[in-house]
Structure formats: structure tokens, C-alpha cells
């Protein structure tokens, strides 16, 4: 099949990836030279610009960071419509708002192009391994359509549905939780340090334990290895949340938990670690009284004053 896939991070260069180890026939797009060179590596063809895409595109992917990109890529000046074979699928893996969703599909739709609300989970391990969660709703005729690339990429495919924006309502759930866990993940981890247990026993203990969750266990490691690199960056959770309660306020419901953790990615982003690994949100409590992160020497700790 004839694919494209607009947005080669952690996510997109994992399906990509998968498409060309698959055997489809595949175009990447991004901005950024290194990520063009790596999918060029694995034998497909690489672009800066998704007008730049082949036309005839059957399928395309797009795993942009927002909903102004997924508009530009699709819709603007330098978008891929274009290039895109009469019917072809777009498959819509942003995190978007459900509303937005509609109404990127409706305005497909009138193009003559079908589209898959289809977010996804699973990280950049998941999405290396081709085994992510689609979260998919549209029309049948669209599943169909792009039944070959979600063979090649995913592990699970939940069907929620012909009504576009249930697949980003139930992703916007799944951030809520995510987001939540990774703050608490790192506020338990930064108490336990404050108070004198040693971190990796602390990550041992509570993984056999009933307080565990699969955040502590996937994103503490990377607070005890004292690495950063961003897998998902700190700025990704103070947009998802953003969405998650701006559809609440629209719905009159009260998230106060998302809340607070949505002020604490914002705190992290605040004090300059927006663009790293989301697990360093635990910066906040380090800037807030001093405590020493694994691999750091106490001198590189902020002053708490």
C-alpha cells in the first residue's frame, strides 16, 4: 500500500518503521533532518514538507504534535490533500479534542477522503515494536480502507464506532489517567527521597506493591538512570490536559485531579523542562525543596531556600 505518515517522533517513526519492515510502499515526512535520514536509512523516502509527498498516496498518517498542525498538514498551503489518490484514508493519531475531530473529517469528507479518528497509546517501545493501542472510530468504509497499516502497526484495535471523536473522547480519558499517574509517580518518588529511602529500593518495593501503576514502573527508571531524553516531553502533557478539561469546563465537570497535575506540568514547563522527558516533572519538587535526583551530585540540586 501506498503510505504516508506526517510526523516522525517517537510514535511516527515507530509505525513508519513498521510499514516499510511490512513491506508497503512508504514516504515519512518531518521537518527535522536526523529523523528524515533514519527513515531513508530503513529503505523508504523521506520528505520535509507533506506537499512534498508522492501523489497517489492510498493512506496517510498523521502523528503531527497538535491540532494547528494536523490543520496545516492537511489543509494548509504546503498540506498533503494534494497528494492523496481519489478515496484515500487519513488516519488521525493526534491527540486532538473531540470536537476537532469531527470536524477534520467532515471537511475530509467533503474532499472525498475518508478518515479514522484513531489515537494511540503505547509509547515509543510500542510503537517500535508495532504493537500500540489504536483507539479508531469512523466509517466503516474508512476501516477497510486502512485495515493493511493498522495490521502493520498496532497490537489492539478498539472499533468505537462510525461517529468521529469517540476515538479522541477515549483518548482524552486515557491522558487524564496517564497524566495524573506520572505526577503522582513523581511526587511519591520525591517524598520518598526528601525523607531518606533510597530511590531504587523505593522503585523495587512499590512495584510489587499495591501502589504501583504502569507509569511508576515505565517512567520512574528513567528518573533513577538520570536520564531526560524526551520519549514524551513534559510540553505533551500540558497540552493533552489542556484538552482534557477544556472539554470538561465544556461539559460543566469537575476534574480536580487533572487539574493539579495539569499546574504541576505547567510548573515543570515554567521552569525550563517543557521539551524534556515528561518523568522530570519531578523538577518541580526538586526546585521546591532542594532534593538531590539519582545521579546527581547534591551541589546540582536547586536551592529551596
Given amino acids: 500500500m501506498k503510505c504516508g505518515v506526517i510526523g516522525l517522533g517517537s510514535m511516527g517513526m515507530g509505525a513508519a518503521l513498521n510499514l516499510v519492515a511490512k ?5 515519512g515526512c518531518d521537518l527535522r533532518l ?22 497517489g498516496i492510498e493512506a496517510v498518517l498523521v502523528f503531527v504534535v497538535n491540532a494547528a498542525q ?23 493519531s493526534t491527540t486532538l479534542a ?22 494511540v497509546s503505547g509509547g515509543a517501545v ?37 461517529a468521529h471523536g469517540a476515538g479522541s473522547t477515549v483518548k482524552m480519558v486515557n491522558q487524564l489517567l496517564a497524566g495524573v499517574h506520572i505526577a ?9 527521597i526528601r525523607a531518606g529511602a533510597d530511590p531504587k529500593t523505593l522503585f523495587d518495593v512499590i512495584s ?38 477544556d472539554e470538561a469546563r465544556a461539559l460543566t465537570f469537575p476534574l480536580p485531579l487533572a487539574a493539579a497535575a495539569h499546574q504541576l506540568f505547567l510548573a515543570a514547563a515554567a521552569n525550563g523542562q517543557g521539551a524534556r522527558d515528561d518523568a522530570f516533572v519531578i523538577r518541580v519538587w526538586q ?14 540540586a536547586p536551592d529551596a531556600g
Avoid: Y
Avoid at 41 to 52: L, N
Avoid at 70 to 92: D, K, Q, T, Y
Avoid at 292 to 299: F, I, N, Q, S, V
Fill in 23 to 27: 513491506g508497503h510502499d512508504v514516504t
Fill in 34 to 55: 536526523p529523523a528524515r535520514s533514519e527513515l531513508a536509512a530503513a529503505g523508504a523516502r523521506a520528505v520535509a514538507r507533506a506537499a512534498d509527498l508522492p501523489e
Fill in 70 to 92: 494536523a490543520e496545516a498538514v492537511l489543509f494548509g498551503a504546503e498540506g498533503c490533500l494534494s497528494r492523496l489518490a481519489p478515496g484515500a484514508v487519513v488516519i488521525a
Fill in 98 to 119: 473531540p470536537e476537532i475531530a469531527k470536524s477534520l473529517a467532515a471537511r475530509l469528507a467533503e474532499r472525498g477522503f475518508l478518515m479514522l479518528d484513531a489515537p
Fill in 126 to 162: 510500542g510503537a517500535r515494536a508495532g504493537t500500540m493501542t489504536v483507539m479508531a472510530s469512523g466509517p466503516e468504509a474508512a476501516f477497510a480502507k486502512a485495515e493493511p497499516v493498522l495490521a502493520a502497526i498496532a497490537g489492539k484495535v478498539w472499533r468505537l464506532g462510525e
Fill in 184 to 192: 503522582v509517580a513523581a511526587e511519591a518518588l520525591a517524598l520518598g
Fill in 208 to 245: 510489587s506493591s499495591a501502589g504501583s501503576s504502569w507509569m511508576w514502573q515505565n517512567r520512574v527508571p528513567h528518573i533513577l538512570e538520570g536520564d531526560d531524553t524526551p520519549l514524551s516531553a513534559v510540553n505533551i502533557f500540558v497540552k493533552d490536559l489542556g484538552i482534557v478539561l
Fill in 287 to 300: 526546585a521546591l525543596t532542594g532534593i538531590t535526583l539519582p545521579g546527581e551530585d547534591a551541589k546540582d
